[in-house]
């Protein structure tokens, strides 16, 4: 027997309670990942323009993208952004799970809500850019079906994927 809720993907914005919202998951993934890059900022405020314009202002800065937010009870617990579709393609971004839920599927279900949202509006591949160092995140999106494709990326260290839904 468990004492955690179960989780459950839901569309944001939605009906959800007003915990889910994507601005802390935002916020700990860009802090994470400029301290990836061998960049750390101490705050929000020390991020780069477009990443924190993403953390002030989600509805604005994904108005044409599918946000998905995990929920445990009524804590959010991990994001994923579906871009847009164009030209039967849509990006996968911002994939983030609380570490203090990770190993529960988390991640896994995001990525296959987003996969099924895309099917559901006519997309016929999906494709996401990975750091390199993000070993587990590669590990997870090959078992979910992706192989590395030619890079469309400028950013070194990026590792591009796709897959077809």
């Not at 994939?95 to 895309?118: K, M, Q, Y």
């Not at 750091?131 to 587990?136: E, F, M, N």
Request: charged share 20%.
């Amino acid at each position: 027997m468990t004492d955690r809720p179960e989780v459950v993907i839901v569309r944001w914005p939605g009906q959800g309670p007003a915990a889910a919202r994507p601005a802390a998951l935002l916020a700990a993934y860009h802090l994470r990942t400029q301290a990836e890059k061998g960049d750390p900022v101490a705050d929000v405020d020390a991020l780069p323009d477009r990443y924190r314009t993403e953390i002030l202002n989600p509805r604005a800065a994904f108005a044409d993208d599918t946000v998905l937010i995990a929920l445990s009870g009524d804590t959010a617990v991990g994001c994923v952004v579906l871009t847009a579709p164009a030209g039967g393609r849509s990006e996968i971004k911002r994939l983030w799970t609380d570490p203090a839920s990770r190993s529960r599927g988390v991640a896994s279900g995001l990525i296959s809500a987003a996969l099924a949202h895309a099917a559901d509006n006519g997309v016929s591949t999906v494709r996401l850019s990975v750091w390199k160092w993000r070993t587990s995140a590669i590990a997870l999106y090959e078992r979910l079906g992706f192989t590395v494709a030619p890079s469309w990326e400028t950013r070194d260290q990026l590792l591009c994927m796709e897959r077809t839904v």
